[in-house]
């Protein structure tokens, strides 16, 4: 393995990103409301807000990164916006709320491209031992994701807020004032010299960005505007690139999109875990286990905790398969199909919401979207790293980060429509049960057909492959 230190470094810090992250989620709303006093409903339009230019954001770090500053910048500096975002997050004052938040995006969007990139560029000559490694990144992003709200959660309880948000802002300038080292065994990437001129202009697009992140915080439907932006973006620059590649690049770049669209319709189904599935485990199933009400959000938990439990295990599988042209098509549309899986065992909790079965059948959903997720993610990162030139591989991953905010965009707005209208009947729980039992079926359908029909992209991958 090339460059060992790095990547075990660079796991790390995604591990120190996805544990404050995933930390304060549960707490941004809480602030909000407690400190500043908002209603509920504008609370969770900043943290919908939030939550979509940190993954959205990301793309425009990769350019960012390509094109102006290089990698090694962006790593420092991201890390650097964490540092004093997580910190200006506790303030008492709303302005210095939002301009914290707003340094987080940016710092997420820096860090996290430029870190993925790099763990992925080391031994992209060897597919397998890329998934591999790219599986234990993963791993780390995921553990991380688990035990920040536990630890950060029981933190908060016995301390204030504002002291949970300080303890990320000093995990994350330990862990930067530790990577310094690292940093200097890392080149420098890319076709592009970052010259004083080009850093310039990319301090200037930090401010921009900076100023229009506060807009969205201001004004939410700004959010929705700004993603038809992105998209519109990178349909010209799709555009311009296969006007001016080759046949050969066009194919691969036709292939990279697939794999994107791949993600966009596994996170549609598996970011309802945030969406219809918390409301239904909260408005329909009962959560008592052994005499003890177990909390939504324990639930939420348990899908990054399969991603880790399975990890070694599809490492395994596919390791025995590598003879069989398993590659990114095929376990893409296995995660697909595993997801509409999960989906029906959803539908079966739902049916059967009145029987001890249904918070076995709710574990096993969680257990088989974990699967699906860590079935083929890695292979997908693997094939950007592989196939996307050097010089555009932050934008590659990127663009990857982007296709889960869409992702998680159409997982919102999925359950918006199965958690529409209210009931005012007195089985309230009766009649719920039975339309998320009805919406969960079709969405286990709907699923498996498109996992089943994702199958027939194989020949383009074949193509690129061969």
């Known amino acids: 393995m090339k460059n060992k230190k790095i990547i075990v470094a660079l796991c790390a810090g995604e591990f120190v990103e996805r544990f404050c992250f995933y930390g304060i989620l549960s707490m941004l709303v809480l602030q909000l409301k407690s400190y500043y006093g908002m209603e509920t409903k504008a609370a969770l339009a900043i943290f919908g807000t939030f939550i979509t230019l940190s993954y959205a954001g990301i793309i425009i770090g990769g350019v960012v990164t390509d094109k102006l500053i290089g990698t090694k910048s962006s790593i420092k500096l991201g890390l650097l916006f964490l540092v004093v975002g997580y910190f200006l997050v506790g303030n008492h004052t709303i302005a210095l709320f939002y301009f914290g938040l707003t340094l987080v995006i940016i710092g997420t969007s820096l860090y996290k491209v430029s870190s993925a990139a790099k763990v992925s560029q080391y031994n992209s000559d060897n597919l397998a031992l890329n998934e591999k490694i790219l599986s234990y990144y993963y791993i780390s992003m995921n553990a991380g994701a688990v035990l920040g709200p536990l630890v950060l959660g029981v933190v908060s309880q016995y301390l204030t807020l504002h002291t949970t948000f300080i303890f990320c802002s000093v995990a994350v300038a330990i862990f930067l004032s530790g990577l310094v080292r690292v940093l200097a065994l890392m080149p420098e990437e890319g076709k592009c010299i970052f010259t004083l001129p080009r850093k310039l202009l990319g301090a200037f697009v930090f401010v921009a960005l ?257």
Request: with cysteine.
């Open 210 to 466: 900076g100023l229009f992140i506060i807009l969205c915080f201001t004004h939410a439907k700004v959010t929705v505007e700004f993603l038809v932006v992105v998209l519109v973006a990178l349909a010209v620059g799709l555009i311009r690139a296969v006007s001016k590649g080759t046949r050969e690049n066009n194919r691969k770049l036709f292939y990279i999109v697939i794999l994107l669209l791949g993600c966009v319709l596994f996170f549609s189904l598996s970011l309802q875990v945030t969406g219809s599935v918390t409301l239904f485990i909260h408005s329909v199933l009962s959560r008592k286990v052994l005499g003890v009400n177990v909390p939504v959000e324990a639930f939420t938990s348990l899908d990054p905790l399969f991603v880790i439990m399975m990890s070694p295990v599809f490492i395994i599988i596919w390791k025995k398969l590598e003879g069989y042209s398993f590659h990114a098509i095929m376990k893409t549309a296995i995660g697909v199909i595993l997801a509409a899986i999960s989906f029906y065992f959803l539908h079966l909790s739902a049916r059967y919401y009145q029987t001890p079965y249904a918070l076995i059948y709710l574990v096993l959903f969680y257990f088989f979207i974990g699967s699906g997720e860590i079935a083929f993610t890695p292979a997908i990162l693997a094939a950007l790293s592989k196939y996307v030139p050097s010089h555009l591989k932050s934008t590659a991953f990127g663009g990857w980060y982007l296709s889960v905010s869409i992702g998680g965009y159409t997982a919102a707005a999925i359950s918006s429509l199965i958690s529409a209208g209210s009931v005012h009947a007195l089985d309230q729980r009766a009649i719920l049960a039975s339309r998320y039992d009805n919406e969960f079926l079709f969405i286990a359908i709907l699923g498996m057909l498109a996992g089943l029909c994702y199958v027939f992209f194989r020949k383009v991958e074949s193509s690129v492959i061969s």
